[in-house]
């Protein structure tokens, strides 16, 4: 009896067979890629430069940023202020060249957000609020919401690759990877757990063959079916035993078409930034899921010696890098919104550890299908976020701060998602909308 | 107008519960008989020490503190002297106030008593950690208490609370106070946007704490917040692991002739076990901060202990007891819960002396949890409720005798550093198993429960169901019927349709405690699935294994 690898090999044949491109997408349908520096970033070591500020009235600018780690013996270790087109970025070649490296090829493609207003100084309120619009942790993140309507037709709406994505009551048409990769468990038969040691058997107890799983998906639709005439009411009930259905034959539909992409997982090990990259791209590519939700897997809380966080941009923009050139080099960078976010900034000065505690400003950047080049809001000399005009995205007397909702809501425009329903009476952040 | 559940149905709703299994045939018949009988085992379910289990869950959820994925404290030491590995420290540090609270409940206490006991709980794990008196020759469990001079009360004087729930140097324990008030008075005030206008000197650390004092932007909230946090001045801000290993590397002496440590305020002697996470030189550092002294809500306090009293006073601490334990047993957002349920259920529980268990009782017991579903007008239902990972745990190994255990340690985790964990449980692990896939939190980065039906919990639950369908058949033909589980009525060889039938129906009583009978339409479907793998397989046995697992994924196993 054929198992589940090898009917796919012979029938599908997806194992060393060029990979099936979906084509474009409607008009104004993007995928949407979150990419999270979970923790915190430093956002004057690169988007927002405060080298030199000054404050009201001409007095120096009080902000720590980078620069006080210089080696004064390198003359490489030196940050400076480069413009690339239209967008002012903090470098350092010596340090993290990657930043300057991706500016160069991509500020094209790329909208810098600056001076975003979190909320909240706490790490869960901000991460909530910047990836929901919101600050309730049980509503659907931005990643979910876009996977969610526009990912029907695929097995997946959004797939977690991070571990932090919010999928809430849109759970339904998500998937996750597992911290050290454990999907590979329920997708592969070839890879099965160790027994405890000492243990007389080995896994599996019993191996179901496609036959077995399809005469089982028959038998849990029908009677799936069967349970509403006790419990069908047209409202909740209705939509849990409509979830169960839609998530048997996601989950089905995924497991046939991901083993190949998913094969580059080794379970018992995390995936690290890059291979998150080349996983999101292939599974976007290939059909599987609309949006993914990517993780740089670092620590960038950096309360302890702040200036760890050179290294921490380093394999962020050698990632994003990375990530820019798949999806061009897939012909997927129109149709897709990379949006780099971190859930707030760090304070202006260093404490007494030579680290940064919580500030409750940030910034984003927003990649691919957007107005490139560009630079919207802005922050003050105390790094605090300064009103814009929603629209512009420029700073504006008698504007107002973008907040995380207004950024939220601007992002699903952005990907063609109408905020309205996610994020009731929300004037969208529209300064990085393509004109 | 509400159509309630059968008896039976609703004893499976209630069963999985408070106990995180499928009601017995024998209490399945019992109620089928007399519908009244539902409540008189509930009251046998609730000393069960399966509720105690579940009690033990409902908390973890709400603490956020069964979290395997992150920073864990290494076996080092004295630890690693009693042969201790990762998963032991794991497991112990976190139990413990949860241990706390079990023995509360199903010692039939006052539910204050996880506020204000006057004892900490530890097991031979977490009295070598933090150097507690713990007798070798009594119960693994033990009431015991800090010798640093903390003040008591429950678990808010418990390490793991904080180590889990950190300060961080600005913070000054606002998250922990605020963990405080949101958990055990529904009051959640760090969940309020925060905006400071016009700036504040941040060139001075003093300046910013005064700040909070006297900014009309941050006022509101500190007048509440600051006075709750400074009962937490004592205890260390975290307790990393790496700080552990480094005060090894010192050999726990800090030579003091290199100045302070890299930390200050962490002494390296602090950090070597057992570990002093709590220092009464430091209870008082509030004042040096210019910040608020302990204070709750306006009224002047001491210490952690008359925290604990406080709260376990205040009437919001009642309501939201009971909106804890419906929004678990409900699986309903806290905040969803109807005012007047909460208040009734509170009330139940203030009446009762604070008996959690008759709390329980009244919210499993109460039409809204076991209404079917509206048929007219509006009405607040638990609705269909959807299997929780530790509650398939439960409920799989009971039925079938499997549990999901593996070894996946890499080659070598014992050395340098021992970060062993043997033998895991997949369904309630996180860091190599499925708790989170399947719906549950990893306390970390999954912080709220998913309750409903995803395609990744559907690949557990498959997986989950097909060993443990392969495991029972197995095991089950290997013994003589009488001493089997599921498969009491028929052999590895029986093929007979009206002997298949009739197990059939047995299985689907016990598995799914759905009353079916051998002809009906239910045992056409699972005999159709069942004679179609015979014929594949060419052999019954298989396809009894696929039958089970298939029922253990059925609707009614996911839902209840």
């Known amino acids: 009896m054929l198992t589940r690898r090898e009917l796919l090999l012979s029938s599908a044949g997806l194992l060393g067979i060029p990979r099936v491109s979906m084509g474009a997408l409607p008009q ?18 690169c988007f927002d430069p405060k080298l030199a500020c000054t404050a009201p009235g001409g007095g120096a600018c009080i902000i720590e940023g980078p620069e006080v780690d210089e080696n004064p013996n390198d003359p490489l270790d030196r940050e400076e202020i480069a413009r690339f087109g239209e ?47 919101t600050p309730d942790g049980t509503r659907p993140d931005l990643a979910t919401i876009n996977g969610h309507t526009h990912g ?88 849990s035993l409509d979830d169960l259905l839609g998530s048997l034959d996601r989950a089905s539909r995924f497991r046939d078409r991901s083993q190949d992409i998913l094969s580059s997982l080794s379970i018992g090990k995390e995936a690290g930034f890059l291979l998150q990259v080349e996983i999101a791209v292939d599974l976007i590519e290939n059909g599987l899921c609309h949006a993914v939700t990517l993780d740089t897997q670092l620590d960038w809380d950096t309360h302890d010696l702040n200036q760890t966080q050179h290294d921490k941009y380093q394999t962020l923009f050698t990632g994003l890098g990375a990530l820019m050139q798949a999806l061009e080099d897939r012909g997927l960078l129109e149709d897709t919104v990379v949006a780099v976010l971190s859930e707030m900034t760090r304070t202006p000065l260093r404490n007494s550890a030579l680290g940064k505690d919580h500030w409750g400003h940030t910034s984003a950047m927003l990649l691919g299908s957007v107005r490139g080049d560009a630079v919207s809001g802005a922050t003050d000399h105390l790094l605090e976020s300064v009103p814009v005009d929603l629209e512009s995205g420029a700073p504006a007397d008698g504007g107002v701060f973008n907040k995380y909702d207004n950024f939220a809501a601007g992002v699903l425009e952005l990907v063609g998602v109408d905020p309205e329903p996610w994020l009731p009476g929300v004037v969208p952040f529209r300064g990085a909308h393509p004109s | 107008m509400v159509d309630p559940l059968s008896a039976e149905q609703q004893l499976v709703r209630v069963s999985m519960a408070l106990r995180g299994t499928r009601p017995a045939v024998g209490e399945l018949d019992t109620v089928a008989d007399d519908p009244g009988a539902v409540d008189d085992l509930v009251d046998a379910w609730l000393d069960s020490d399966a509720f105690g289990a579940t009690v033990a869950d409902l908390h973890a959820e709400l603490f956020l503190i069964r979290d395997d994925t992150n920073y864990q404290l290494p076996v080092k030491g004295v630890l690693e002297n009693a042969g201790y590995n990762q ?26 008593e996880i506020l204000t006991g006057d004892y900490a709980m530890a097991d031979e794990v977490v009295a070598d950690v933090y150097g507690l008196p713990y007798d070798p020759d009594g119960p693994k469990w033990q009431q015991t208490r800090w010798v640093d001079g903390r003040p008591h009360a429950g678990v808010l004087s418990d390490s793991q609370m904080w180590r889990r729930h950190t300060s961080n140097a600005a913070n000054f324990h606002r998250g922990r106070a605020n963990f405080v008030s949101r958990t055990f008075l529904c009051e959640d005030i760090g969940g309020r946007d925060i905006f400071v206008a016009g700036g504040v000197d941040i060139a001075d650390e003093f300046a910013v704490a005064e700040a909070v004092s006297t900014n009309p932007g941050c006022v509101g909230c500190h007048n509440v917040l600051d006075p709750l946090a400074a009962f937490f001045w004592g205890y260390k801000e975290q307790l990393q692991r790496g700080a552990i290993n480094q005060a090894y590397n010192f050999d726990c002496e800090w030579d003091w002739t290199q100045g302070d440590p890299p930390r200050g305020d962490y002494r390296v002697e602090h950090w070597c076990y ?32 008359d925290l604990g009293h406080m709260i376990s006073d205040d009437p919001r601490f009642a309501t939201c007891t009971a909106r804890n334990f419906a929004s678990y047993l409900m699986q309903t957002d806290r905040d969803a819960i109807p005012h007047t349920l909460a208040a009734e259920w509170g009330d139940v529980l203030v009446d009762s002396g604070f008996d959690a268990k008759e709390l329980a009782r009244a919210i499993v017991l109460s039409d809204a949890f076991t209404g079917a579903r509206v048929v007219e007008g509006d009405a607040f239902l638990a609705g269909l409720q959807t299997v929780r990972p530790e509650q398939l745990d439960r409920a799989v190994a009971d039925l079938t005798g499997f549990t999901w255990l593996a070894d996946q340690d890499f080659p070598g985790c014992s050395s340098p550093v021992n970060v062993c964990w043997d033998t895991v449980n997949l369904m309630t692990s996180d860091l190599y198993g499925f708790r989170s896939m399947a719906g549950g939190v990893d306390s970390y980065t999954v912080t709220h429960p998913i309750h409903g039906p995803t395609p990744t919990r559907a690949l557990t639950l498959a997986k989950l169901a097909s060993e443990a369908g392969g495991y029972v058949v197995t095991e089950d033909f290997a013994v003589p019927a009488g001493e089997r589980r599921l498969l009491t009525e028929v052999e590895p060889d029986t093929v007979d349709e009206a002997m298949v039938r009739a197990q059939l129906a047995v299985l689907h009583l ?51």
């Open chain 2, 87 to 112: 998963a032991d420290v794991h497991h112990s540090t976190v139990e413990a106030p949860l241990e706390l609270v079990r023995q509360v409940v199903m010692g039939d206490r006052p539910y204050t």
């Open chain 1, 28 to 45: 104004g349908r993007k995928h949407l890629i979150t990419v999270l520096a979970v923790g915190g970033w430093d956002v004057t070591f």
């Open chain 1, 152 to 239: 029907g037709d695929r097995p997946l709406g959004a797939v977690d690759l991070s571990g932090w994505s919010i999928s809430g009551s849109l759970a339904s048409s998500t998937g996750r990877v597992g911290v050290q990769s454990q999907i590979v468990a329920l997708i592969d038969d070839d890879v099965q757990f160790r027994p405890p040691e000492g243990a007389s058997f080995t896994y599996p107890h019993f191996d179901p063959s496609p036959d077995d799983e399809a005469a089982v998906q028959a038998f849990l639709q029908q009677r799936t079916e069967s349970m509403r005439g006790v419990f069908g009411d047209g409202g909740d009930n209705d939509a």
């Open chain 1, 87 to 133: 967008i002012p970025v903090v470098v350092n070649p010596a340090k993290r060249p990657a930043v300057a490296e991706f500016f160069d090829r991509w500020h094209p493609k790329a909208h810098v957000v600056n001076g975003i207003w979190t909320g909240s100084i706490a790490h869960d309120p901000c991460r909530f609020r910047i990836l929901t619009g």
């Open chain 2, 510 to 560: 016990r598995i799914l405690g759905e009353r079916v009978g051998p002809d009906s339409s239910a045992v056409d479907l699972s005999w159709s699935l069942w004679d179609g793998a015979r014929e594949r397989h060419g052999d019954p046995v298989p396809a009894w294994a696929l039958v089970v697992s298939a029922l253990l994924q059925d609707p009614r196993m996911v839902f209840y």
């Open chain 2, 274 to 305: 057992p570990l002093k996470f709590y220092d009464v030189a430091e209870e008082g550092a509030w004042e040096d901060w210019r910040l608020r002294a302990p204070g709750y809500f306006g009224q002047p306090a001491g210490d952690m202990a």
